[in-house]
């Protein structure tokens, strides 16, 4: 029990710490928490601070060990639980992070805005019937927000309810009609024709929203309904209007999102001098592991990965996990580095080196093998993997890494078109996406001339066009058996986490090759900022 003078001591801590944490005294801040936790070892609150401060510091075994001790204790708030589970899925603690969560399935009576968080978790961790069951419960019990409406309609949409996902945005419009991401996921989710396209609504709203203004707020939504406007003008074929409207909805992302070119090829420059092995570190596992074999699916966005994501998952011993960030964070705890961007990254690779390769691959494995759910492997598709090759060969040796490879003008044209927000600041500008092309074919070219079997290119063309034979290889190299249901995608059932899930519902089909020369006349400057970024690189196309 405390006593008065200790109750007095904690408080002094407290107030101490956090004037240290608000005025970016960090060493004090940790120094004061840590003689707080001494004094009250069972203080989740204070464990949690720790943890956060250390985490800032770049101490993350540390903060993770802060972390791991507060899911010990017998928590029954919940926002202190979804608070944990965050930070426990940040710090690369997946299967921690997942057991806390499920701590709030024996909380009753929790309120709308806790369950729609619980829905938002269930999501990230690929839970998508459990994370949809629980964003019905949040709107049954009141959760009448915007955006907890469009969440809904986009888990029915990755849940192939496309009909019920499309009455679900329409009415979120209705109500909320300057909805700029409810406006490009409805005109996404089919292809409009001359009865269903919504052109009238788009051109509506695009006059109530301020133009030249300098709120970000204003342009985004402005961005988002050209974006929508966009892709129901393409529907149509009426392309000198699209691309207009595309190229306005680009210019206010870009100005929102400029590309940062200088730390891209620094980021190139740093993997390709890091990736290969001098002789110091652990250099992989061996062959032999334990449990299901993760497949490694990497590319540019927009390349087909998620069709060959859904071919492969299509296999009788295959299930996918979607597009999982497991690797990189388990690379970035074993250097200790926190996850700041490009920045993180290049500190990461530069301490790459010193790490203990079989341990980085024996902790991703730990962290992510629940995914395969019975099923002897399972599908990591994120395209920005293809960064990480060099460190998932040397970590996970046995791991196949498939490689899928697009024509240039397609798959940037793809990427240009595309809507990302934030998180991809080379799609907004032709020079930037010739630019950010050019580091990834240099990264893929380096991996390939100087790694041995480092991964299995597959091309797009020949994936929808011999779709068979292309497969077969794919199968062969990961040491399965061919199964004709893999070339019916169309049947895979299983959620889809992303932009694709729409287009990957449809059998095999050859219409998205070549679908730049729509605009070929306004795609030559991207031909020619192409070549001379390759040609930089030392590559031809």
Not at 385 to 412: K, S, T
Not at 493 to 511: D, F, G, Y
Request: aromatic letters at 6%; a neutral charge.
């Amino acid at each position: 029990m405390n006593t008065p003078d200790s109750s007095t001591a904690e408080c002094r801590r407290r107030r101490r710490a956090r004037h240290y944490i608000d005025t970016q005294q960090l060493a004090a801040a940790q120094a004061t928490l840590e003689s707080l936790v001494q004094l009250e070892p069972n203080d989740a609150s204070a464990r949690m601070e720790l943890a956060d401060v250390m985490f800032r510091r770049g101490q993350l075994r540390a903060s993770t060990s802060q972390l791991l001790q507060v899911a010990k204790m017998p928590l029954d708030e919940a926002g202190r639980i979804l608070e944990l589970v965050r930070a426990l899925y940040n710090s690369g603690e997946t299967l921690a992070a997942r057991t806390c969560l499920d701590r709030l399935a024996t909380i009753p009576g929790l309120p709308a805005d806790v369950l729609s968080a619980q829905a938002g978790l269930r999501k990230m961790f690929g839970e998508v019937a459990e994370s949809k069951s629980l964003m019905e419960r949040a709107i049954a019990a009141g959760a009448d927000t915007p955006d907890d409406h469009f969440q809904h309609a986009v888990l029915l949409q990755y849940s192939g309810e496309l009909a019920a996902a499309q009455e679900a945005l329409e009415t979120c419009l209705r109500r909320w009609p300057l909805f700029g991401g409810a406006a490009m996921a409805l005109a996404n989710l089919r292809k409009q024709t001359a009865a269903t396209h919504d052109l009238d609504f788009l051109h509506q709203q695009l006059e109530r929203i301020p133009q030249g203004t300098s709120h970000p707020a204003d342009n985004l939504v402005r961005a988002e309904f050209e974006s929508a406007l966009f892709k129901e003008l393409d529907d149509l074929g009426r392309y000198e209007e699209a691309w207009s409207a595309l190229a306005r909805s680009n210019a206010l992302m870009h100005a929102l999102n400029p590309y940062d070119a200088p730390s891209e090829a620094a980021l190139t420059a740093a993997l390709t001098g890091a990736s290969a092995p001098d002789g110091r570190g652990n250099p992989g596992m061996g062959p032999s592991h334990k449990g299901p074999t993760p497949i490694f699916i990497v590319g540019l966005p927009r390349s087909g990965t998620t069709l060959l994501d859904r071919m492969l998952s299509s296999h009788s011993r295959v299930v996918s996990a979607g597009e999982i960030n497991d690797f990189r964070r388990q690379l970035l705890s074993a250097t200790e580095i926190p996850p700041t961007g490009t920045q993180g990254l290049l500190k990461a690779i530069e301490r790459s080196r010193d790490i203990d390769f079989a341990t980085l691959g024996a902790r991703y494995l730990k962290q992510t093998q629940w995914r395969a759910q019975g099923r002897s492997h399972y599908i990591d598709k994120l395209p920005s993997n293809i960064q990480m090759v060099p460190f998932i060969r040397r970590a996970l040796p046995h791991a196949p890494i498939l490689h899928l490879v697009r024509d240039p003008m397609d798959v940037c044209f793809s990427n240009l078109k595309a809507m990302f927000g934030s998180i991809s600041a080379y799609s907004y500008q032709i020079d930037a996406m010739a630019h950010y092309y050019a580091q990834y074919a240099r990264q893929a070219d380096h991996w390939r001339a100087t790694l041995p079997q480092p991964m299995l290119d597959v091309s797009y063309a020949a994936l929808v066009q011999e779709p068979e034979a292309t497969l077969r290889r794919v199968l062969d190299y990961c040491g399965l058996d061919f199964e004709t249901g893999c070339l019916s995608p169309e049947h895979n059932a299983a959620p889809v986490l992303t932009p694709s899930s729409v287009q990957v519902r449809a059998p095999i089909h050859t219409r998205a090759l070549g679908q730049w020369r729509n605009y070929a006349e306004h795609l030559t400057e991207l031909q020619a900022a192409l070549d001379r970024h390759l040609a930089i690189a030392g590559l031809g196309k």
